[in-house]
C-alpha cells in the first residue's frame, strides 16, 4: 500500500508570490490534515479536511487555505509569501475524521521564502 | 486549556542503555496522548497513543509510555537503546473540543555508541 506521497518535496519561492502544494492520501483515507514545522514554533496545526469539506482550522492567517478534492487529494495554497513562511509542510491521511484515528504522515514539503 | 510539555529537548544515552523521554500534559480531563517519532528528513510515525484503555501503553519499536493521571505524565521508555532510534522524538495531545493534534516542543535523542 502506498503512503501519503506530498509534492513537490522542495520549494523556493519569492516573498509576495503564492504556492500550491499537494497531498496524496493513502488509498481509502478521506482526511487529509495539514501541518507546519518550523524551529521556532514547532508543529501547528493548519485544517483539516473531510469529504472534501474543511472540519477544522488552526490559527492561521487567511493567506493559508486547502482544499480537498473528490479523491481525497488535498491542496495547500499561500498567498502573498512572507519570510516566516519558510517551514516543512506536512499532510496526514487517516481513514476517519479527527486525530484520534491513527494519522498517516508524508515526508513533507519544504518551502524557503526568500 | 490542554497542553504537553517536554522536558529536555536534547537526550543522550550509551547504546544499550534505558531510554527515558519525558512528557507532561495539563488537562482537567484525560486527554488522549500520543508519541510521534521523527527520523532525519522524514514525515513523523506514530509510535504509541493512550486512549483510556490501558495505562501501560506498548508502541513499536520496543517503546512503551505509562499514563499516571497523579503525575500528569507520559513519559516514553525503550529498555535498551539503539543506534536506529535517534531521532526527534513528540509528544501530542488532542484538546477536548479540537479535534487535531497539538504537539510538545519535540526531544532530539541521540545515541552514542
Known amino acids: 500500500k502506498a503512503g501519503v506521497t506530498q509534492t513537490p518535496r522542495y520549494l523556493i519561492k519569492t516573498r509576495g508570490q503564492q504556492v500550491t502544494l499537494s497531498c496524496s492520501p493513502i488509498?481509502?483515507?478521506?482526511?487529509v490534515s495539514w501541518y507546519q514545522q518550523t524551529p521556532g514554533q514547532g508543529l501547528q496545526f493548519l485544517f483539516e479536511y473531510f469529504s472534501e469539506t474543511q472540519r477544522n482550522k488552526g490559527n492561521f492567517p487567511g493567506r493559508f487555505s486547502g482544499r480537498q478534492f473528490s479523491n481525497s487529494r488535498s491542496e495547500m495554497n499561500v498567498s502573498t509569501l512572507e519570510l516566516g513562511d519558510s517551514a516543512l509542510y506536512l499532510c496526514?491521511?487517516?481513514?476517519?475524521?479527527?486525530?484520534?484515528?491513527?494519522?498517516?504522515f508524508g515526508p513533507g514539503t519544504r518551502l524557503t521564502v526568500t | 486549556a490542554q497542553s504537553v510539555t517536554q522536558l529536555g529537548s536534547h537526550v543522550s544515552v550509551s547504546e544499550g542503555a534505558l531510554v527515558l523521554l519525558r512528557c507532561n500534559y495539563s488537562?482537567?480531563?484525560?486527554?488522549?496522548l500520543f508519541w510521534y517519532v521523527q527520523y532525519p528528513n522524514q514525515g513523523l510515525q506514530l509510535l504509541l497513543k493512550y486512549t483510556s484503555a490501558a495505562t501501560l501503553v506498548k508502541g513499536i519499536n520496543g517503546f512503551e509510555a505509562e499514563f499516571k493521571k497523579s503525575e500528569t505524565s507520559f513519559h516514553l521508555t525503550k529498555p535498551s537503546a539503539h543506534m536506529s532510534d535517534a531521532a526527534e522524538y513528540f509528544c501530542a495531545v488532542i484538546k477536548t473540543g479540537a479535534n487535531n493534534l497539538f504537539f510538545g516542543t519535540g526531544t532530539r535523542l541521540t545515541v552514542i555508541p
Open positions: 496526514a491521511s487517516s481513514r476517519k475524521a479527527g486525530a484520534v484515528d491513527e494519522q498517516y
Open positions: 488509498s481509502g483515507h478521506r482526511s
Open positions: 488537562s482537567s480531563v484525560p486527554p488522549y
